[in-house]
């Protein structure tokens, strides 16, 4: 799901739709004229989406053998994955190598807090359930607060019951599903100290990542541009040694090559 722009700077995002069900032909052309477009594409990919898009995504990369393709499906539920790409379209509009800025999807995942106030966890498998909160989840009227990112969190909803949330201020987006509470925007939010509060539609994949369509989702993050430049450009760059891309971190999100092991450590393997 493409967010509405945060700020001004914010830059359009491309929705590469319907991706498996078009002909090859089709997405490569599509593909290759972002690239020919922009120099190098950031793909953002929910682990939601079916294995059909995953296996186009992978077949359109090595057909066109291009280490400008970077493919980031980080473990995040569909509306932080959602606040993430947006981040990384503010800082696209910065002084940001593309290698960076494809690095700092990494980075920027450990400052969203992500998750969801759900009508049952019967078939919630991306977050620990014990066998107590199945049994519950059958009891009509339950409802349960998870938070799945950056700690597997689980609550059942009773006077007192809250999830432990960021240490630093943030804005929380909130997209309904078909779940009436307002739990999440009057307690948690209010737990939470949120700056600021907003609301969007409830992506495509929410019911299935979650296991069910009875559920709010919510996502804390951080919304200036200028708190997002100084996390990344604080962190130390260095360059592949296989593309000799700048980038940060220890992967190269476009080739995907680590750093090569020390003499040292060669020898002694």
């Known amino acids: 799901m493409a967010l509405p722009p945060q700020d001004e700077r914010t830059l359009p995002a491309v929705v590469l739709q319907d991706l498996d069900e078009q002909p090859l032909e089709q997405a490569l052309a599509a593909v290759q004229s972002l690239i020919d477009q922009h120099g190098h594409l950031i793909v953002v990919c929910s682990q939601a989406v079916s294995r059909g898009v995953d296996r186009r995504l992978h077949t359109i990369r090595s057909l066109l053998e291009s280490d400008r393709i970077a493919l980031f499906c980080p473990d995040l539920p569909p509306l932080g994955l959602a606040v993430l790409a947006r981040q990384l379209r503010q800082l696209a509009s910065c002084d940001l190598s593309p290698g960076v800025l494809a690095s700092a999807g990494r980075l920027l995942t450990h400052y969203i807090h992500s998750g969801a106030l759900l009508g049952s966890v019967a078939r919630l498998d991306r977050v620990p359930v014990g066998l107590k909160s199945h049994a519950k989840s059958w009891v009509p009227g339950s409802q349960f607060g998870v938070l799945a990112h950056p700690e597997p969190q689980l609550v059942k909803i009773a006077p007192g019951a809250g999830l432990s949330g960021p240490e630093f201020g943030t804005w929380m987006l ?86 090569p092991l020390l003499e040292n450590q060669i020898t002694a393997g």
Do not use: M
């Not at 509470?181 to 299935?208: C, F, H, M, N, R």
């Not at 993050?221 to 962190?235: E, G, K």
């Open 174 to 259: 909130v997209a309904k599903g078909q779940l009436q509470s307002d739990w999440v925007t009057a307690t948690l939010a209010q737990s939470w100290s949120v700056q600021g509060l907003k609301e969007a539609p409830l992506p495509a994949e929410s019911p299935i990542w979650w296991g069910t369509g009875k559920l709010i989702e919510f996502a804390a993050y951080l919304p200036d541009l200028s708190v997002l430049y100084q996390l990344v450009t604080s962190v130390r760059q260095g360059v592949c040694h296989w593309c000799g891309i700048d980038v940060i971190g220890d992967r190269c999100v476009f080739c995907s090559a680590t750093p």
